[in-house]
């Protein structure tokens, strides 16, 4: 009862309640005690007004005086946290509590975020990603890692990620994932993380009408839950087909959650396919093999021509590199448009053999020419092509510049160039304001860049 009293944010109502409480406590017993002892005694009545008043007196005190602690709890939560951005001037890092943290698979854990400062948060499109910040122990500076918002709901009070835990690779001594191992094991309820606002591209118009196919394996479910549930709630005549690939069953994450959304949404149609079923799987899922362009060529377009009248869709690929390679070469070679076909990688894709460093980066005759000075270290170093990216370079190095997606998505890289010009290896996804460059996509371009970093 007390806690409920605490809760009460208007401090009015709360010493009201408060008041009311304590002198019911108080009266009930003493009342009882006195009449028992010396029931008719004119005395008796006056003490057990003066014990009632005096209670609801003290109860109204204490009720005040739980709001003032009250107020100073969230004061020293928001000073423990300083940089916490007011919820309408929302532009860097704000402080979000884990409200839930929900194992979803095998893998993958979702965390359910609240901002600290009990503000308000903006919606996001869906598609959308957070870029969060981690001060993780024995890690030299703060990680920066992105992820998509796996959840739409209209009016959010509270944002969800979904992370899978990235193990070390099979085939090198490499330490497992840095962030995602450290969300796993050491973030809890409770725990705060620094976040800055729902930004990206990959996204799905609600407006348009034209069919969308969905295709998503292991955690790059993500981004197509929250494109689903807006589909459904806003835009629910729009014929959304969702593929998903996962090895088995123990792997898919989200398989309720879609299969309710389903339930309620008769133009989202669902395709699971598992590449290694297992005997438990039986009934959940509709394909055994990989999600690849002849599902959609067979299965996908004759019932979407059977349904829309036509099989021109907007196509949302996220997943693994290579799982994308196929798709978009796949879908390039049936005939779909590459206007039509949005990606989104969440990791940069490893060179394959025939594509070592020194072959997708032609050696330039003079780059030992090429000066690259990072005016911040204090350091000019002479280009080195087979260290891939600028950012790459620089870790190569020992200069640490932030970063996180490393695929031009996040924009976490950015950093002002104050001589000279990059060229970019793909378009950059992020926004870069103009006398900035992203590291991570890049490298010299003039034979000496001059970068703030
Ligand atoms: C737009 C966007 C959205 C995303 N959304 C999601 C999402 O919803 N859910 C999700 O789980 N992820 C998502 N990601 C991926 C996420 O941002 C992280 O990249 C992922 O969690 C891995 O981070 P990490 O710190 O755990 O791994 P890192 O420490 O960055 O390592 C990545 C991998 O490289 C390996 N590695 C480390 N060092 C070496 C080395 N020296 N040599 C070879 N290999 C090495 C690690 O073992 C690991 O497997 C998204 C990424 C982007 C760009």
Redesign the pocket.
């Known amino acids: 009862m007390l806690q409920e009293i605490r809760e009460i944010s208007n401090p009015l109502f709360r010493a009201i309640a408060s008041g009311i409480f304590l002198s019911t406590l108080v009266t009930i017993p003493v009342t009882t005690a006195f009449y028992l002892f010396n029931p008719k005694n004119e005395a008796t009545h006056r003490l057990i007004v003066y014990a009632s008043l005096a209670s609801a007196a003290i109860g109204t005190i204490g009720g005040i005086a739980t709001g003032r602690s009250k107020s100073i709890d969230s004061k020293s939560v928001t000073s423990q946290n300083e940089g916490v951005e007011p919820s309408t001037e929302w532009k860097d890092w704000r402080k979000f509590v884990v409200d839930r943290k929900v194992k979803e698979s095998e893998s993958?854990t979702s965390f359910y975020l609240k901002p600290v400062d009990g503000g308000s948060i903006p919606n996001h499109i869906p598609g959308q990603?957070l870029t969060i910040q981690l001060d993780i122990p024995e890690q030299p500076k703060p990680?920066v890692?992105?992820?998509?918002l796996?959840d739409y709901i209209e009016s959010p009070n509270y944002y969800r990620?979904?992370?899978?835990r990235?193990?070390?690779?099979s085939d090198?001594i490499?330490?497992?994932?840095?962030?995602?191992?450290f969300m796993h094991d050491s973030i809890h309820e409770g725990s705060i993380i620094a976040a800055k606002p729902p930004a990206?591209k990959?996204v799905l118009d609600l407006n348009s009408t034209q069919p969308a196919v969905l295709i998503s394996n292991g955690?790059g479910i993500?981004?197509m839950i929250s494109m689903a549930k807006a589909a459904t709630l806003l835009n629910p005549q729009r014929h959304i087909w969702f593929l998903h690939g996962a090895r088995d069953g123990s792997l898919h994450a989200f398989r309720d959650e879609v299969n309710a959304i389903a339930e309620r949404n008769p133009h989202l149609h669902i395709a699971y396919c598992y590449s290694r079923p297992t005997a438990a799987d039986e009934g959940q899922y509709q394909h055994k093999g990989y999600v690849d362009a002849n599902l959609i060529k067979n299965v996908v377009a004759p019932e979407m021509e059977k349904l829309c009248g036509s099989s021109v869709a907007d196509y949302f690929l996220c997943g693994s590199p290579s799982f994308m390679d196929s798709l978009r070469d796949g879908l390039r070679e049936w005939g779909v448009p590459d206007k039509n076909v949005l990606f989104?990688?969440?990791?940069k894709a490893k060179p394959k053999k025939s594509e070592q460093p020194q072959e997708i980066i032609p050696k330039n005759e003079n780059s030992d020419a090429i000066e690259v000075v990072f005016n911040k270290s204090g350091k000019t170093i002479n280009w080195n092509p087979d260290r891939g990216s600028i950012l790459d370079f620089a870790e190569a190095n020992e200069i640490y510049p932030d970063h996180?997606?490393r695929?031009g998505?996040?924009g976490t890289c950015a950093c002002k160039i104050s001589e000279g010009e990059v060229e970019y290896e793909e378009k950059p996804t992020a926004a870069v304001e103009s006398g900035s460059v992203l590291i991570c996509i890049s490298r010299p371009k003039t034979a000496k860049i001059v970068l703030d970093i």
């Open positions: 993958i990603f990680i890692r992105t992820y998509s796996s990620l979904s992370i899978k990235e193990p070390a690779p090198t490499a330490p497992p994932g840095v962030a995602s191992n990206g990959f955690v993500t981004p989104e990688s969440f990791a996180s997606c695929v998505v996040c």
